[in-house]
């Protein structure tokens, strides 16, 4: 049996168990690399590959090296998921309690399944009490709310949970799924590191429920502890890798598993997007877009993801593109988080920043721990000039994720706005920290050591330095250090980045300003070191500017070639009296 066989003969039962145990998500996501894996043509008949033409050109355009299969971790340890005795036939009772589940009626669920014992009815008794008190917490929290919707409510079912779980983990009569409950429990109540541990021998028994390996992500806050992690061989792994290393901010080594993955789930969509989240953190817009209208085509009724795409074309300001997205989920779902991102977005570009914030609070109705969309809320609040609003948005993001770069930007943004250099400066330092191949962070660091409290210009020319090393695409960075070098009276520093400057100018066909000031402050630097010919040059280019810069370039002119034929200045002000 071939390993695309193979895999596809475990996700085909993995589906199956985790439908089930009514673990959803999960179970849609292995769908989706069931269908990912490429199908054989002398098996299958054209209409059931239709699902997997869209990302085909997206593979062909991006791909650079073809691999034939994934780089497995090691040999799989399971061959295929093990079918429990009550996989086979579920009694009355547990399909009774399915459908209220199915139905939410959870504590119904859970009470008809009070005199089971069966580990798979043990689960989903517990699962059920589990999501009946976060459906009750939830609606304490719009009952009680505070601002901003702070609330202390809690889950009260956790307790009982934790002690009925961790009974049946000693007594070994807990299978992966109830450990991967377990773990869940133990992060709620902030065990972390027992979690961890728990939810490492859930997916070390079953590989492959992504719940698991996702809230073990979620636990995997350092490379140290990642790499702590005794992890069996499996393909699974890798896809787990691969995710951890993003929200580590290690974009590069995540490519390439996917990269990799791919020779395996050639058509899955959910790689593709991991793809583009990757290239999104790097700034390569350009290829985003291209991904993200290829999944589109491909599935047109995706809302998942679909608000980074929107992220995009805001930074684009691709307005007509931003306004047909918006459009076309709302149509959708309007009622998912995602969709009220993206409708925020499109009313932002277009300066209804009132309406946008609106959106926001939307898709945090729907999804308190929507990180997303506090930080893009303390973006309008800055934008209102109501510091105080945005300054709770980003401390919200901050609780939620402490690695989300832009919401200390935001912070630091806050409190600049609010002439408070020194917490701004601690803020910056935590963005840049995070996000240190970001040039924007590195200019706002740099412009905080330029205020006028602070006053540090050689700490601020260190971070213009870093970003220019940064592929700064707001090209801001060069002229500020010609600028502070001009400032601190080192005349060829300030040349050399004004060239520089000028240089890149001209690669990238921009005028304006800067390139003014490039030209005047070189043209008179080349003239006092009687580099005439490269003064004449730039004296020239300035010719072709109207105002006062054309003025000074025909003076500078008369002034060089006069010195050059040996005359003595004409200025007025060297005549003797």
């Known amino acids: 049996m071939s390993s695309k066989d193979s895999c596809r003969n475990e996700l085909r039962i993995a589906i199956r168990q985790l439908s089930d145990r009514c673990l959803y998500s999960a179970s849609k996501w292995a769908g989706e690399q069931l269908v990912g894996i490429e199908q054989d043509p002398e098996k299958f008949t054209p209409s059931n590959t239709r699902f997997q033409r869209g990302s085909s050109s997206i593979r062909r355009r991006f791909r650079t090296n073809e691999v034939i299969s994934t780089p497995i971790a090691g040999i799989s340890y399971v061959s295929t998921p093990v079918m429990e005795d009550d996989d086979v036939v579920d009694n009355d009772f547990y399909l009774l309690a399915k459908s209220y589940f199915d139905c939410r009626e959870y504590k119904r669920a859970a009470h008809v399944l009070r005199d ?79 979690a961890r541990a728990v939810l490492l021998e859930s997916v070390n028994s079953y590989p492959w429920n992504w719940n698991a390996w996702s809230e073990l992500q979620s636990l995997c806050t350092t490379i140290d502890i990642l790499n702590s992690l005794n992890l069996r061989n499996h393909w699974m792994k890798d896809f787990f890798l691969a995710s951890a290393y993003q929200e580590l901010r ?41 991904i993200f209208e290829e999944l589109l085509r491909s599935d047109p009724y995706r809302v998942e993801d679909m608000d980074m795409y929107s ?60 990180l997303s969309a506090w930080t893009l809320m303390g973006h309008e609040y800055v934008e209102m000039k109501n510091t105080p609003a945005a300054i709770d948005a980003y401390r919200r993001a901050v609780d939620i994720s402490p690695c989300d770069y832009r919401a200390w930007y935001g912070l630091g943004q806050a409190y600049e706005m609010m002439g408070m250099p020194f917490y701004a400066l601690h803020y910056f330092r935590k963005s840049v920290f995070l996000q240190p191949s970001d040039s924007r962070m590195w200019i706002a660091m740099a412009q905080c050591y330029e205020n006028e409290q602070l006053h ?117 002000e060297h005549l003797p009296p």
Not at 489 to 507: H, N, P, T, V, W
Not at 532 to 541: G, L, V
């Open 116 to 194: 089971q014992s069966g580990k798979k009815a043990v689960f989903l008794r517990c699962y059920a009490l589990y999501l009946a008190g976060e459906k009750r917490k939830e609606e304490e929290m719009i009952e009680l709310e505070g601002p901003l919707g702070k609330s202390d409510a809690v889950n009260r079912e956790l307790v009982s949970l934790e002690r009925e779980l961790s009974t049946l983990r000693k007594n070994g009569t807990i299978d992966s799924f109830g450990l991967y409950l377990y773990g869940l429990v133990l992060k709620e109540k902030g065990n972390e590191n027992l």
């Open 250 to 290: 290690m974009h590069t080594e995540s490519m390439t598993k996917y990269e990799n993955l791919q020779g395996m789930f050639s058509f899955s969509n959910y790689v593709q997007a991991q793809i583009a989240k990757a290239q999104y953190s790097l700034r390569q817009f350009e290829q985003v877009e291209v």
């Open 311 to 370: 992220n995009v074309l805001y930074a684009k300001e691709c307005f007509s593109a931003l306004s047909y997205l918006a459009h076309r989920v709302f149509m959708t779902d309007k009622y998912r988080p995602e969709s009220c991102c993206i409708i925020g977005n499109y009313y932002s570009l277009k300066g209804q920043h009132e309406k946008s914030v609106m959106y926001f609070r939307r898709a945090l109705k729907l999804n308190k721990k929507y």
């Open 456 to 572: 540090m210009l050689e700490e601020a020319i260190k971070c213009y330095r870093r970003a220019a090393n940064c592929n700064d695409r707001e090209a801001i960075a060069l002229n500020q250090l010609a600028k502070l070098h001009k400032q601190l009276g080192r005349d060829e520093e300030a040349a050399f980045y004004y060239k520089k400057d000028l240089e890149r100018m001209g690669a990238e066909e921009r005028e304006g300003p800067n390139m003014v000031e490039s030209l005047l402050f070189l043209a008179t630097h080349c003239r006092n070191h009687k580099r005439f010919e490269e003064a004449e040059e730039y004296c020239t280019r300035l010719l072709d500017y109207k105002g006062p810069e054309k003025e000074t370039a025909k003076s500078l002119l008369r002034n060089m070639r006069t010195t050059q034929l040996g005359f003595p200045s004409m200025d007025v």
